[in-house]
């Protein structure tokens, strides 16, 4: 892993973790505790309405944390009910907290590569719909990052479970003088949530 992306995540304080966010927590922490007891493949899609903030920076940590914390047999995926494109600030965020970034097209919806060490593959981040092909279509959890997409989709095609965890938007600080803050808030909070959340895995 990269460095100083390992210095990020050693960093990360999962003492400040509310009761209340540990118990929004537990679900996803009882599914990996499932799927790993029963040696079956982890399939996690991160599902906001725009898939272009809160989804794909929860998608990218569970994939570096899962290997930060050697748990194998997980692919991370994300979607919206809607097509956008990522954020230009989710990646910078990302960047800055350590991954190694690649912009691979300039088209309206971009491509990105991000990794997180040398060794593993890339995670291709851009927007998409939960209907692309590019997602699993079966055996998956599906995790509503968002309050809309979580009202808006109570049945997921394909989901054998389906998870609240929902975050504040960063959009609300673009274009001001807050906005390199407050995604680099929101990018620790979840990459400190997930943390969490392996770290129980490992305490079984």
């Known amino acids: 892993m990269y460095s100083n992306l390992k210095e990020t995540i050693d960093s990360l304080d999962v003492s400040t973790l509310s009761s209340d966010r540990k118990e929004v927590l537990q679900p996803l922490i009882s599914y990996l505790s499932t799927q790993i007891d029963e040696k079956q493949a982890i399939r ?13 920076l ?7 944390l899962a290997h930060y914390h050697g748990i194998d047999r997980l692919n991370s995926y994300s ?9 230009a600030s989710v990646i910078e965020t990302l960047k800055d907290a350590g991954f190694a970034t690649e912009k691979l097209s300039e088209e309206a919806n971009p491509i990105y ?3 997180y060490t ?4 890339a995670v291709i981040a851009f927007s998409k719909e939960l209907a692309s092909t590019f997602n699993p279509a079966s055996k998956f959890a ?3 990052t968002c309050s809309q997409a979580d009202e808006g989709c109570p049945f997921v095609p394909g989901a054998e479970k389906r998870i609240p965890i929902t975050y504040e938007d960063p959009k609300v600080f673009d274009a001001t003088e807050q906005e390199e ?3 680099k808030e929101r990018s620790l909070q979840i990459a400190t949530e997930l943390h969490y959340v392996f770290q129980q895995l490992s305490n079984k």
């Open 79 to 87: 979607a919206g009910t809607q097509q956008t494109a990522v954020y």
């Open 181 to 183: 803050e407050k995604y």
């Open 142 to 144: 599906a995790i509503m």
């Open 58 to 64: 929860a998608q990218i940590w569970m994939q570096a």
């Open 113 to 115: 590569a991000v990794k």
């Open 118 to 121: 040398d060794n593993e593959p």
């Open 44 to 56: 996690i899609v991160f599902i906001c309405t725009h898939n272009s903030r809160r989804s794909h």
